[in-house]
């Protein structure tokens, strides 16, 4: 069974940074893509960033030049550094994992509140 442990998420005030990580259960080369994605309240799940096996990344229009997302194949874990948080990024975040099947997994989700 695929499990992805998501952690790092908190409160923080505007401005700040956080880093989330997700640990995903067996080798990460096993996955075209991983990412995360956020939900606010009342709103749907969206997209934030990804990173395929190979290497490339993508980021929604809103968190470009604040997020980056990376990976360490070697501890199986990708991560999510952002900065410059906003009120906006307020949400729960879930780590996803696409394999090349096209099967998703999902994380448990971790919450982050920006706010003053």
């Known amino acids: 069974q695929v499990q992805l442990v998501e952690s790092g998420g908190g409160l923080v005030q505007p401005g700040g940074s956080l880093t989330l990580s997700c640990t995903i259960s067996g080798s990460m080369f096993r996955y075209h893509a991983m990412g995360w994605y956020r939900q606010a309240l009342g709103k749907e799940r969206e997209l934030v960033a990804t990173?395929?096996?190979?290497?490339?990344?993508n980021y929604a229009d809103g968190v470009k030049g604040r997020f980056t997302i990376s990976r360490d194949n070697g501890m199986d874990t990708v991560y999510l550094q952002m900065n410059s948080l906003k009120p906006e990024d307020t949400g729960v975040y879930y780590c996803n994992a696409r394999d090349f099947y096209g099967t998703e997994y999902w994380g448990q989700g971790t919450q982050v509140t920006v706010s003053s």
């Open positions: 990173i395929f096996s190979t290497g490339p990344t």
